[in-house]
C-alpha cells in the first residue's frame, strides 16, 4: 500500500485547498529522498489531472500502480485517466484490477463506479456506487452518481432515491434537481417548483447552478401546462452561460463547410470493407435514441452508444496542430488520410467495446459532419441520419440541458443561434443526400417513424442488410442501459405527443422562426 508520510499528508490537504505549487515542492522533495515513493507518485498524476495533462496524469498513475500493486487507488485513477483519453477498454481493465483489489474508501469506489459507467456497464457501476455512497453517506455526488446509473438501468424509483438523497443533503444540490424533475411527470399536487424558484433566486449569478435550477423549472413549468413560463426559465437560465461560453455561429458554418467537402460528387470510396457498423447520425434530440434501440433490439445488433472514436482517429491520423478535435483544418486534411487505414483503425479501436454481435451501432449524432469521411473509410457501412419538422428539432435542443464544458453544443444556447445551426445541418445533408450512394445514407423522419411504426421499421432494417425481427417493434422492452438524454422516453412505447411540441410556444420562438424561414424553409409544412 501507498505510504503517506507526514509531509505527503501535508501535500494531499494542500491539493484539495488548489495550493498545487506548494504541494508540488513537497513531492519532489519525498521522491528526492526516495525516488520509489509511490505516494508522491500518485499525487503528481493527481496534479497532473487536475492541471488538465491528463496523459502525464496516466504516466503517473502507472509509476505509482507499479510501486504499490496492492493498492487500488493508483490503478482507479489510471483507470478514470484512460477513458478520459478514450482509451475505454484499456481503462475497463485497469479498473477490473483496481476493483480485485477491495477499495474501501469511498473516492475510489468512485472512481471507479465512474468509469464503469463511462464505459456504459452501469449494471457494473452501481455496486460501487452503493458502497461508496454507505461509505460516506452524507455526500451529495456520490447520489448523483448512484442515482444518474439507476435511471440508465431503468430503475427509475432507485433514481428518485438517490436523488432525493442528495437534495437533502445539499438543497443547492443543481444536477440532482435537474434529473430528478425528468424522471416523472410533475403535477399541481406534486412539484418541485416553490423551492427550486428559491434556490435559483440565491444562485442566479452561478452560471452553472443556474443552468441546471433554470431547465428544472422549465420542466415543472411545461407540466404543468405553461409553456411560455418555461421558454423565460430556459432564457433566463441559458444567458449567462452563452455570455461566457463566447460561441461564434461562423466557426460552426465553417466546419459544415469543410466537412462537406470531404466527398463531393464523383469521388471514389475505396476504404476497407466491412458491414459491421451502422452509424446513427444528426441532431440530437431527433430520434437518434429511439433508432438505436430499435436496431439493438435486433438478433444480430448491439448499441456500442455515443462513440468518440471515429473524430478522434480522424484527428489523430490527419496530424494537424490545433488542440480542437473537430475544427475545418482536420477536416481538409481528413482527405488525405488512407482511407482503408482508417475503416481498419477504427474497427480496431472499438473492437474490445463489442460483444459477439455480426453487427454494431454508433450512435454519436456529431458524426454527420463526418459522413464523408465515414463513407470514404467504411464504404459497406450503413449511415442513418435522422430527421425531424425543424421547429420540433430546435425546440427540443433548446429544451435540452447538455453537458456543461463541451463546446459543440454551444449553439443550444440562443434560439437564433440554434436556427442558424440549423440550417447549416440541413444543408450539409442535403449535400450527403445528392453525392453518397442511397444503399449507404439514408434520412428517417422521426414523424414517420412515429406514425407508421412497422412499415418504418422494416424498411430502416432492409436498409441496414437485416432481416426481419419483430422485437425491433418492442424496442421499450429493451433491457440494456440507456445514457442519453432520451433514458426515460425509450422505455415506454411509441407516442407521437412530442410532434409539434413547438406550436404550443407560440410568439415566444419567432425568432427561431424568423432565421428557419430566412434559410427557405417552411415551418408550417409538417415534414422534417
Excluded at 448499441?303 to 496530424?319: I, P, Q, Y
Aim: hydrophobic content about 45%; overall charge negative; glycine content about 6%.
Amino acid at each position: 500500500m501507498m505510504q503517506f508520510d507526514q509531509g505527503l499528508a501535508e501535500a494531499e490537504k494542500l491539493m484539495a485547498r488548489r495550493a498545487y505549487e506548494p504541494a508540488h515542492r513537497i513531492c519532489m522533495q519525498a521522491l528526492e529522498r526516495d525516488p520509489e515513493a509511490a505516494a508522491a507518485w500518485f499525487l503528481l498524476g493527481v496534479l497532473a489531472a487536475d492541471h488538465g495533462n491528463v496523459g502525464r496524469a496516466a504516466d503517473l498513475f502507472e509509476k505509482a500502480a507499479a510501486l504499490a500493486p496492492v493498492d487500488p487507488r493508483p490503478r482507479a485513477h489510471l483507470a478514470r485517466t484512460l477513458m478520459l483519453l478514450n482509451e475505454q477498454a484499456d481503462a475497463v481493465a485497469a479498473a477490473e484490477i483496481a476493483a480485485a483489489l477491495h477499495p474501501r474508501d469511498a473516492v475510489t469506489l468512485d472512481t471507479l463506479g465512474v468509469v464503469f459507467s463511462r464505459a456504459g456497464l452501469h449494471a457494473r457501476a452501481i455496486p460501487f456506487f452503493e458502497a461508496a455512497v454507505e461509505s460516506h453517506g452524507r455526500n451529495a455526488e456520490l447520489l448523483f452518481n448512484l442515482g444518474a446509473s439507476r435511471q440508465f438501468l431503468g430503475d427509475f424509483a432507485g433514481a428518485e432515491a438517490a436523488y432525493a438523497g442528495a437534495v437533502a443533503v445539499d438543497p443547492a444540490a443543481h444536477r440532482a434537481w435537474s434529473s430528478r424533475v425528468t424522471l416523472a411527470r410533475q403535477t399541481p399536487e406534486r412539484n418541485f417548483r416553490p423551492e427550486l424558484e428559491r434556490l435559483f433566486a440565491t444562485h442566479a449569478h452561478d452560471p452553472e447552478r443556474a443552468l441546471h435550477l433554470a431547465h428544472a423549472l422549465a420542466k415543472t413549468c411545461e407540466d404543468l401546462g405553461d409553456p411560455a413560463a418555461a421558454l423565460a426559465w430556459l432564457q433566463r437560465g441559458k444567458a449567462l452561460r452563452r455570455a461566457r461560453a463566447g460561441y461564434d455561429p461562423d466557426a460552426d458554418a465553417r466546419v459544415f463547410e469543410a466537412a462537406a467537402a470531404t466527398f463531393a460528387a464523383g469521388d471514389r470510396a475505396a476504404g476497407f470493407r466491412s458491414d459491421a457498423p451502422i452509424f446513427v447520425v444528426g441532431l440530437p434530440r431527433t430520434g437518434t435514441t429511439l433508432v438505436d434501440r430499435i436496431l439493438s433490439s435486433h438478433r444480430d445488433v448491439e448499441s456500442l452508444g455515443e462513440l468518440a472514436n471515429f473524430g478522434l482517429l480522424v484527428k489523430r491520423m490527419a496530424g494537424t496542430a490545433s488542440s480542437l478535435v473537430l475544427d475545418p483544418p482536420t477536416l481538409r486534411a481528413g482527405r488525405a488520410v488512407d482511407p482503408e487505414a482508417l475503416g481498419r483503425a477504427f474497427l480496431d479501436d472499438v473492437a474490445g467495446l463489442r460483444g459477439a454481435s455480426a453487427r454494431f451501432v454508433d450512435k454519436m449524432p456529431l458524426n454527420v459532419v463526418y459522413a464523408g469521411l465515414i463513407h470514404r473509410a467504411l464504404p459497406d457501412a450503413r449511415i442513418v441520419c435522422l430527421r425531424r419538422h425543424p421547429m420540433d428539432s430546435c425546440l427540443a435542443n433548446y429544451r435540452q440541458l447538455f453537458a456543461t464544458g463541451i463546446p459543440q453544443y454551444d449553439y443550444a444556447l440562443d434560439l437564433e443561434d440554434l436556427g442558424r445551426y440549423y440550417l447549416g445541418f440541413d444543408r450539409l445533408v442535403a449535400h450527403w443526400r445528392a453525392v453518397l450512394p442511397p444503399d449507404r445514407f439514408r434520412e428517417v423522419a422521426y414523424e414517420d417513424l412515429v406514425h407508421d411504426q412497422e412499415a418504418r421499421t422494416r424498411g430502416l432494417l432492409a436498409f441496414c442488410g437485416l432481416d426481419w425481427d419483430p422485437a425491433c417493434l418492442a424496442f421499450h422492452e429493451n433491457a440494456a442501459p440507456v445514457a442519453t438524454a432520451s433514458s426515460v422516453q425509450v422505455r415506454q412505447p411509441m407516442y407521437a405527443s412530442s410532434i409539434g411540441r413547438w406550436r404550443a410556444y407560440g410568439d415566444g420562438l419567432t425568432p427561431l422562426r424568423r432565421i428557419l424561414e430566412s434559410g427557405g424553409l417552411d415551418v408550417e409544412v409538417d415534414r422534417a
